[in-house]
C-alpha cells in the first residue's frame, strides 16, 4: 500500500503509471444521470416552449458513482459505498456498475421504498433545455445506516484514501458522517470531503475538505471575489473542519490550496473550451485522490486535478477522464514549464535531499552542452536508465569561455538550460560558475557519477568524492560522429577549442 504524501514542502509528483495500484473508497450519494437528447424545431402550441424530437436515451453514473467512475477511468480501483433503492432505476444502476468497467466494486445497501436519485437532463444538441430530478433527500433509517457502515467498515481496510462524496441526498447524515470520519481515522486513512453542508464542523478532523467557491462563501460568510478572499475563506475553513488542507474550487478561477503552516498556492484553470461543467467537481476529486493515494504530494495532487477537471468541461455531459488523456496533459504542462526544472544550487539540495528521503539514487553528470546533439541525448538517456532522477550540472557562459575560448558558448546559459531541461531523461538542471563541478557534487553526493567513456575513472572529477560517500563512477560508451566540434565545423563557425 503506497502512503500519501500530505507533508508540507513535499516534492513528490503525481506518475499516473502508479495508479493501478491504488484503491479508493468512496462513500456518498449515488445517482443515475440520464440524458434525453433531441432535436428542436418548433415552440409548442400549447404554451410558450420548445417541442423537443426524442432522439436518444443515455444513462451514466452520477454522484458518489461518477466519482468511482473517474477513479476507475483513470487506472485505480474504486470501491463505491452508498444507498440504492430497490427500483427499476437502481437495477439499471447496478448494472451499468458492472459493465462500466471492472475496476469499481459496489456495495450498495438496497433499501426498500426509497427510490434511487436520478437527475434527467433534456439536450438539443450541446443545450440544456430542462432538468428533472426525482430523489428522496429523507434521513436514512437506523437499519439502513447500521447496514451501510457494516459495508464501509469491511471495505475501508482495502483502500489506499476514502472520499467522502456529499451530495445531500440524505447518505451523509449525521450518524453516517461522525462514524466514518471515526473508522477512518482509527485505520489512518486520509480522507477528502466534497461537502454540501453549510456547517463545516461536521467534517471535523478530515485530512482534505474540498468545497467550491459557493459553499465556501456559505460556510464562512466570506464572498471569493479575488485570491485574498480565497485565502481568507480557505483557513475559516480550515479552522471549522480542523483538516490538514482544503482545496477550495473557484470555477473560470482555478483553485486554491490552503494548508497549514505552509504558504497557500494559487493554480489557474486550465485554458479549454469549456463544453459542459456537470460533473467536472467529482473528475476533479477523483484525479486529487488518486494522485494522493498513488504516493503525490498535496501541491502535485492538487495541480494533476487540476489538470483532470480542465478535461473534464471539454467534454458533453457527465464524462470521465482517463489516466493517458491526464499524463499527456500534464506532459504538455510540464514541457511548458520546464523552466521549473532549471534550479539554483540551495534549491536543487532541496529537492535532492527529497528525492533521497523516498529511497531514490540520484545521478549526476556535468557539461557545456554547447549544442545538444545524438551523442548527448544517448549520453543522457544511459545515465537515466541506472538511476532514479538524473541531475546535470550545466557551465555557465564564463565559464564555458575560460575552458572553451573566447568564441564560445555559441548558445547562452539560459538557452542551453532550457533545452537541456526539455529533455525527458534529465530531472534538474543546476548552472556552476566554476570550472569543474566538485562544488556541486559535495553539496548533492550523487549516488551515481556518469560521464563519457573518452576519461577513465581516475580522471573523473569528483569520482573520489562520490566514492567516499558509497557511491559509483560509471562511465557510458559514446556515440561516434557526433560532436560539438564537428557541428560548428559544418557551420563555418570559427573553433579553437576541441569540444
Known amino acids: 500500500m503506497i502512503k500519501p504524501s500530505l507533508e508540507v514542502g513535499s516534492h513528490i509528483q503525481v506518475n499516473p503509471a502508479r495508479f493501478k495500484d491504488c484503491t479508493v473508497l468512496v462513500l456518498g450519494d449515488i445517482m443515475v444521470d440520464r440524458y434525453v437528447g433531441g432535436r428542436v424545431q418548433r ?40 444507498i440504492v433503492g430497490d427500483d427499476a432505476t437502481g437495477r439499471e444502476l447496478r448494472a451499468t456498475c458492472a459493465n462500466v468497467s471492472e475496476r469499481i466494486t459496489i456495495h450498495g445497501v ?37 447496514a451501510l457502515l457494516e459495508r464501509y467498515e469491511q471495505s475501508i481496510q482495502q483502500a489506499d484514501v476514502v472520499i467522502l462524496s456529499d451530495y445531500a441526498k440524505g447518505v451523509l447524515c449525521d450518524a453516517v458522517l461522525e462514524r466514518a470520519i471515526a473508522v477512518a481515522r482509527h485505520h489512518g486513512k486520509p480522507m477528502i470531503a466534497d461537502p454540501k453542508r453549510a456547517d463545516f464542523s461536521a467534517y471535523r478532523h478530515v485530512t482534505v475538505l ?78 486529487f485522490a488518486v494522485s494522493l493515494a498513488s504516493g503525490a504530494s498535496l501541491e502535485h495532487s492538487a495541480r494533476a486535478a487540476n489538470v483532470a477537471a480542465g478535461i473534464a468541461v471539454s467534454k458533453l455531459g457527465t464524462a470521465t477522464v482517463s489516466g493517458t488523456e491526464l499524463r499527456m496533459a500534464m506532459h504538455r504542462q510540464e514541457v511548458i514549464a520546464i523552466d521549473d526544472k532549471v534550479a539554483v544550487l540551495a534549491n536543487a539540495q532541496d529537492e535532492v535531499n527529497e528525492w533521497r528521503a523516498q529511497g531514490q539514487q540520484i545521478g549526476f553528470t556535468n557539461g557545456c552542452f554547447d549544442l545538444i546533439h545524438p551523442g548527448h541525448v544517448r549520453l543522457l538517456q544511459a545515465a537515466r536508465a541506472q538511476c532514479d532522477r538524473l541531475v546535470v550540472g550545466l557551465n555557465t557562459d564564463a565559464s564555458v569561455q575560460r575552458l572553451k575560448g573566447p568564441t564560445r558558448p555559441v548558445q547562452t546559459e539560459a538557452a542551453r538550460a532550457t533545452v537541456m531541461a526539455s529533455i525527458g531523461a534529465v530531472d534538474l538542471v543546476v548552472l556552476f560558475d566554476e570550472d569543474t563541478p566538485m562544488e556541486l557534487i559535495r553539496a548533492l553526493r550523487p549516488d551515481r557519477l556518469f560521464k563519457g567513456a573518452d576519461y577513465t575513472i581516475d580522471q573523473v572529477v569528483g569520482g573520489d568524492v562520490v566514492h567516499a560517500n558509497g557511491g559509483q563512477v560509471v562511465l557510458i560508451d559514446l556515440e561516434a560522429g557526433h560532436s560539438t566540434t564537428g557541428i560548428i565545423r559544418r557551420m563555418n563557425l570559427p573553433e579553437r577549442s576541441a569540444s
Do not use: W, Y
Open 43 to 82: 415552440i409548442s402550441p400549447e404554451a410558450p416552449i420548445p417541442v423537443l424530437r426524442f432522439d436518444t436515451s443515455r444513462a451514466v453514473l452520477g454522484g458518489a458513482g461518477n466519482v468511482a467512475n473517474n477513479i476507475a477511468s483513470l487506472g485505480a480501483h474504486a470501491i463505491l459505498v452508498g
Open 110 to 146: 438496497i433499501a426498500p421504498g426509497r427510490c434511487t436519485t436520478v437527475k434527467t437532463r433534456f439536450m438539443s444538441g450541446v443545450h440544456q433545455l430542462l432538468r428533472l430530478d426525482e430523489e428522496e433527500t429523507t434521513p436514512l433509517s437506523q437499519a439502513e445506516v447500521a
Open 210 to 287: 474540498t468545497p467550491n467557491e459557493h459553499e465556501v462563501a456559505q460556510a464562512t460568510g466570506i464572498q471569493i471575489t479575488d485570491d485574498v478572499a480565497a485565502e481568507s475563506a480557505g483557513e475559516r475553513a480550515l479552522a471549522a473542519s480542523e483538516a490538514e488542507a482544503v482545496l477550495v474550487t473557484r470555477s473560470e478561477k482555478g483553485l486554491t490550496l490552503v494548508r497549514r503552516d505552509a504558504t497557500p498556492l494559487h493554480l489557474p484553470t486550465e485554458a479549454r473550451e469549456v463544453s459542459d461543467v456537470s460533473g467536472a467537481g467529482d473528475t476533479l476529486v477523483a484525479a
